[in-house]
């Protein structure tokens, strides 16, 4: 199968650059799947995972939303964080989802204080859903 080169950079370190087979990414309007000589784009990336296919398998990490450049060789991923399942610390993310879950119940705070509450709830979420698929 025909690789391409994927770099996924976050503002502490390059967290991935390798050939890949393929990507699966969760865009704001819904999963992108991404091969070589896709057609060129740029779009904005949603919490969620992301899979990378190399060697026939799948491995699966979480990114913090950001954005996705496309071209025929090369995508670029630059969000502000993306962990591998045995990099997150499972009992944090505990600790960040009962905070922002007991945010949320407030809704006495101010319209920017819950926006941000929903934000480190779904990131969360996310790197919890992550080590749970990565425990199975």
Do not use: C
């Not at 799947?33 to 979480?62: C, D, M, W």
């Not at 045995?86 to 879950?101: G, L, Q, S």
């Amino acid at each position: 199968m025909s690789t391409f080169t994927l770099e996924i950079v976050t503002p502490d370190r390059k967290f991935f650059e390798d050939e890949v087979e393929m990507i699966i990414v969760r865009g704001t309007e819904g999963d992108l799947g991404i091969y070589k000589n896709h057609s060129p784009l740029v779009t904005s990336l949603a919490i969620g995972r992301i899979k990378i296919k190399q060697n026939g398998k799948f491995v699966e990490a979480a990114i913090a939303g950001g954005y996705i450049e496309v071209d025929r060789e090369k995508s670029t991923i630059v969000t502000d964080s993306a962990e591998w399942p045995e990099e997150i610390d499972v009992e944090r993310a505990k600790e960040a989802k009962k905070r922002a879950e007991e945010r949320l119940k407030h809704k006495s705070k101010s319209e920017v204080d819950l926006i941000r509450a929903e934000v480190a709830l779904r990131k969360a979420v996310n790197r919890l859903d992550v080590v749970d698929r990565y425990r199975k």
